[in-house]
């Protein structure tokens, strides 16, 4: 009723890809007085299964209703099987994985008829097997495919203090130049570790991580 004066939304697409009735009506409405971008979480961009085509024709059906700046997604997997396991699932970061990834992002960037943007996930684990860190896969992967890359702080600092990671070798491995996008959420302390939550208040490492990342 107020239309504040919000710059633009993006949009969580799995929840707005009915073809009609309210659904549609609520994202028109929404449409005809801010801009917006999707954000998927059902690609499965690091998954064994092949990807869902129907799936993505309903992304790209959205995207063109909505006139969407751009579409995003995560560098994770969701399925294996047909199972979807509604989570954002970390994998080994090898260049085997990096061959695979890159050739799924090329096919849905057919698919939706312009370039993806790539988010980085929080994690709780690291892979043994793993011969490049995140950024390097990032960075490589943008290099392939030509993808964009959607940085979410908060994960990128829920990495650091769950696994330590270098944030200054982090910003400086990835390619600033290519994110399209910044996420910023709120974490949920746990006995040892940070809980990718999105249920608190954006914390103030993040906050601060925010401004460097803006700086650069």
């Known amino acids: 009723d107020r239309l504040p004066a919000v710059p633009w939304f993006e949009l969580l697409a799995d929840n707005h890809l009915a073809g009609g009735g309210l659904v549609a009506a609520q994202v028109e409405a929404l449409r005809s007085h801010y801009p917006l971008t999707l954000h998927c979480v059902g690609m499965n961009l690091a998954g064994p299964d092949p990807l869902d085509h129907a799936y993505l024709a309903r992304v790209r059906d959205l995207r063109e209703r909505t006139d969407a700046a751009w579409v995003s997604d995560h560098l994770c997997f969701t399925a294996v099987d047909g199972r979807h396991y509604h989570d954002l699932l970390p994998f080994p970061y090898t260049e085997e994985a990096l061959r695979h990834v890159a050739a799924r992002v090329l096919e849905v960037q057919d698919d939706l008829g312009r370039p993806l ?3 980085n996930v929080s994690s709780y684990l690291r892979f043994a097997d793993s011969s490049l860190d995140e950024a390097e896969f990032l960075s490589q992967l943008s290099k392939a495919t030509d993808c964009l890359l959607l940085l979410d702080v908060n994960n990128l600092y829920v990495n650091h203090f769950n696994h330590g990671d270098d944030l200054e070798a982090y910003l400086g491995a990835l390619p600033l130049e290519r994110v399209r996008e910044i996420h910023l959420a709120g974490y949920e ?7 990718d939550a999105h249920n608190n208040r954006v914390g103030t ?6 401004a460097r990342v803006a700086r650069l």
């Open 117 to 119: 943007v790539v988010e």
């Open 189 to 195: 302390p746990k006995d040892g570790y940070l809980l």
């Open 205 to 210: 490492p993040v906050w601060d991580l925010y």
